[in-house]
C-alpha cells in the first residue's frame, strides 16, 4: 500500500483550509518570518503562473500524533483539535506568508535585507502590471502600516494608499483582495465607473492568475510511522535549521499532556525545577544535553525489555536490542520516560561522583560527553553497589580503557549499547569482559604526539596524574583533594615542567617540548614562579618560598607525585627526563587499564603528530 499520494489543489482552497483551521503546523516546526523581496518574489511567480514548489502535507490521526498550532495570525480559537485533517511538513514558509498576504486584513510581518523586522501591505500597480508580465516586479510593492510610501528622508509623501479611496484614485489593488474582490470592485464602481474598463483587464490578467492557481500537493497517509515522518521532514527541511530529537519529542509528548520543554529546561512560574537545572548544580554535568538524557532513557527503557524478553524465554530476533540510535528514541513512550526520568537523574549524579572520585573537576576535563551516557545508565541500574570496591574498580576499569584506547569518539551509538549490557553483565559475575576493556590499546608512542588539548588521551592522562595524587609545587597539597572553590581559587591548569623559553634556546623543537610528557598539573602560583628559567633555578626558588619552605627531600616527593624523575629534572637533562617520565606514565596507564602496553625502545619519539597545542 502506498504511504503517500499526490494531487493538485487549488491555492484558494489550500488557504481557506489554513485559516479554518483544516491545516495546521506541527508544534516542531518553528515559527518562520520570511524576508519582504521573498515575499514579493513569490507574489512574482504566482502571477506569472510560474511553479513555486510543492507543498508536503501529512494526513493526521495515525501514528504520528504531534501537537499543532495554527500557522501565524490565524486565531486560537479556529485551530480547534477537531478540525485538524492535515500537519505541514514541508512549504511553511511560502503557506505562512500567502496566507497573510492574501487572507487577512492586518500586516503582514516580515523583515527588510537587514534582518530588522517589519510591518508591511502589499499591493498591485495595476497600470505597471498592464505593461505586460515583465512588469510584475516593479508592479508588486510593500508599505508600512500606515499604507503610504515617503521619500526625501520622510518628509515628501510620494504615494497614498491609508483609504479604500486612495487605492482608487492611485489605482493600487490590495493584494489581499485577491481571492475576492467582490467589495472592492463595488467601491472602485462608485469612486470611478471610468476605471472599472481597465481595473477588467487586470482582473483577467493578474486575479485570475490567483484565483486559478494550483499547487502541487504531496500527502503523507496517516499509515506513516512516526519515525518516518520525522525523518521526511528533516529530509525536506533542508533550507531550515535541523530539529534535534529532543524537538521531535517535545511535539509529540504534548498530545499526551506532557511539557518536555519544561520538564527538561524547568518552569519557574509552575514551580518546577527541571532535569537539567538540578543537574547542573554538579559542575560535571552542565553540559549535558537533552538529547542524551532521551539517549539514556531508550538505553534503560530498551535494557529493562531486553532483561523481560529473558527471563520469558524468548530467544533470537524476539529479544528486544539495547539501543540509542535515534529512530529507538522518537519511539520512547511517554510511560517508559515517566519510568526511567528520575533513576536516569540519579544515575547521572552518581556518575559525577564517580567522575570526581577519578579527579575529574570540570566538563573541560572530560575526554568524552558520550561516555557519560552509558555511565549514568549503568549507575541508574546499580544504584549505591557501584560503591563497592569489586564493582569500583570494574567501572573505573571500563571507563579508563574507553578513555586511553580512544574508543568513543565520532559514531558511538552501537558501542555505548553494547557497553551496557557487557559491563553490567561483568558487575553480575560474568566472566566476559565488556569489549571496550579488550579492544583498548594504548600504543606508547602516543605519549610523544600528544600535543593537544581537545584530545581525548591528552585530557585522560592529565586527569590520571591528578588521580594518582599529584601535589602542587607551591601549594603542597594533593590536587585531587581540593575542592571546586579550591580548585578555581588556585587556578590549576596543565603547564610545561621544562618551560618554553628555556626549550627554545636550547634548540628543543615544539614538536616535542609540547608533548604531555612535559606538562603536568599545577597551579597559576607555581607556574608564575617556573616562568622560563631553567628546572635547577626554579626548584630552588620555590623550595625557599616563604609558603613552601622544602628541601630537596621534600620537593623531590612531591615530583614523584607527578611521575617526575627529580634527579633528571634537577640536572636539566630533557632528555632523560622524557624517557624517564615515559616509563612512568606508561606503568600508571597499564594500572588504569589493567592490561600491559607494549615495551618502546625509550628514544623513540615521533615528532609527526596532526595534533598542536
Keep these: 500500500m502506498s504511504t503517500f499520494d499526490s494531487t493538485k489543489t487549488s491555492l484558494a482552497t489550500l488557504l481557506n483550509d489554513i485559516v479554518v483551521g483544516k491545516i495546521q503546523l506541527p508544534d516542531f516546526q518553528r515559527g518562520w518570518v520570511w524576508d519582504d523581496e521573498h515575499i514579493r518574489s513569490l507574489l512574482v511567480s504566482i502571477a506569472r503562473a510560474f511553479p513555486v514548489g510543492a507543498i508536503m502535507l501529512l494526513e493526521a490521526g495515525g501514528d504520528a500524533k504531534f501537537k499543532a498550532r495554527p500557522i501565524e495570525g490565524v486565531e486560537l480559537t479556529k485551530a480547534i483539535l477537531s478540525k485538524l485533517e492535515k500537519l505541514i511538513l514541508d512549504g511553511q514558509q511560502r503557506l505562512t506568508s500567502l496566507t497573510q498576504v492574501l487572507m487577512f486584513t492586518q500586516p503582514v510581518q516580515t523583515r527588510d535585507y537587514k534582518k530588522k523586522l517589519l510591518h508591511r501591505y502589499y499591493y498591485i500597480d495595476i497600470e505597471t502590471a498592464l505593461l505586460g508580465k515583465e512588469h510584475y516586479e516593479s508592479a508588486i510593492i510593500s508599505v508600512d502600516t500606515d499604507r503610504t510610501v515617503r521619500e526625501n528622508f520622510g518628509r515628501d509623501l510620494k504615494l497614498d494608499l491609508s483609504t479604500p479611496e486612495k487605492e482608487y484614485e492611485n489605482f493600487y489593488f490590495p493584494c489581499n483582495q485577491l481571492l475576492n474582490s467582490d467589495e472592492w470592485e463595488e467601491g472602485l464602481l462608485a469612486y470611478d465607473v471610468t476605471k472599472f474598463g481597465r481595473y477588467a483587464q487586470f482582473r483577467k490578467q493578474v486575479v485570475n492568475e490567483f484565483r486559478n492557481y494550483n499547487i502541487p500537493i504531496i500527502e503523507l497517509s496517516k499509515e506513516n510511522k512516526k519515525e518516518a515522518v520525522c525523518l521526511v521532514f528533516e529530509k525536506v527541511n533542508t533550507g531550515g535549521v535541523s530539529l534535534s530529537v529532543f524537538e521531535l519529542m517535545t511535539a509529540t509528548y504534548a498530545i499526551d499532556n506532557v511539557n518536555l520543554r519544561d520538564e527538561w529546561f524547568g518552569n519557574a512560574h509552575e514551580g518546577i525545577e527541571g532535569t537539567q537545572p538540578h543537574l547542573r548544580k554538579q559542575s560535571l554535568l552542565r553540559e549535558v544535553q537533552p538529547t542524551e538524557f532521551l539517549q539514556g532513557l531508550t538505553l534503560l527503557h530498551t535494557w529493562d525489555k531486553r532483561r523481560e524478553d529473558l527471563k520469558a524465554g524468548k530467544t533470537g530476533k524476539q529479544i528486544t536490542g539495547v539501543t540509542a540510535k535515534r529512530e529507538a528514541v522518537l519511539s520512547l513512550t511517554v510511560d517508559a520516560y515517566q519510568k526511567w526520568k528520575q533513576p536516569l537523574t540519579e544515575g547521572y549524579w552518581k556518575a559525577a561522583k564517580f567522575l570526581r572520585q577519578e579527579s575529574f573537576f570540570s566538563t573541560n576535563d572530560l575526554p568524552y560527553r558520550t561516555q557519560l551516557v552509558p555511565l549514568a545508565v549503568v549507575m541508574a541500574f546499580l544504584g549505591d553497589r557501584w560503591l563497592e570496591p569489586k564493582i569500583y574498580d570494574k567501572i573505573a576499569r571500563w571507563f579508563w580503557c574507553g578513555i586511553l584506547g580512544e574508543l568513543y569518539g565520532g559514531a558511538v551509538e552501537t558501542r555505548i549499547a553494547l557497553d551496557i549490557q557487557e559491563l553490567i553483565d561483568w558487575i553480575e559475575g560474568g566472566k566476559e569482559e565488556p569489549s571496550t576493556v579488550i579492544d583498548a590499546n594504548f600504543q606508547p608512542t602516543r605519549l610523544?604526539?600528544?600535543?593537544?588539548?581537545?584530545?581525548a588521551a591528552y585530557k585522560g592522562i592529565n586527569v590520571l596524574v591528578?588521580?594518582?595524587?599529584?601535589?602542587?609545587?607551591?601549594?603542597?597539597?594533593?590536587?585531587?583533594?581540593?575542592?571546586?572553590?579550591?580548585?578555581?581559587?588556585?587556578?590549576l591548569d596543565i603547564h610545561h615542567i621544562f618551560p618554553r623559553n628555556w626549550c627554545d634556546k636550547n634548540d628543543i623543537p615544539p614538536s616535542r617540548y609540547n608533548s604531555i610528557l612535559n606538562?603536568?598539573?599545577?597551579?597559576?602560583?607555581?607556574?608564575?614562579?617556573i616562568g622560563g628559567k631553567a628546572p635547577s633555578e626554579y626548584l630552588v626558588q620555590l623550595q625557599k618560598h616563604d609558603s613552601v619552605q622544602l628541601d630537596d627531600a621534600g620537593m623531590n616527593a612531591i615530583l614523584a607525585t607527578h611521575q617526575i624523575d627529580a634527579i633528571k629534572l634537577r640536572q636539566d637533562d630533557f632528555e632523560g627526563f622524557m624517557a624517564s617520565r615515559q616509563r612512568m606514565i606508561l606503568g600508571k596507564i597499564e594500572a588504569a587499564m589493567g592490561k600491559p602496553v607494549l615495551a618502546v625502545d625509550d628514544s623513540v619519539f615521533s615528532d609527526v603528530t596532526d595534533e598542536e597545542e
Design 466 to 491: 591528578q588521580r594518582e595524587g599529584a601535589q602542587d609545587f607551591f601549594w603542597k597539597v594533593a590536587i585531587r583533594d581540593l575542592d571546586e572553590t579550591d580548585w578555581e581559587e588556585r587556578k
Design 519 to 529: 606538562k603536568t598539573p599545577i597551579s597559576f602560583k607555581a607556574n608564575r614562579m
Design 448 to 455: 610523544g604526539t600528544l600535543r593537544s588539548r581537545n584530545s
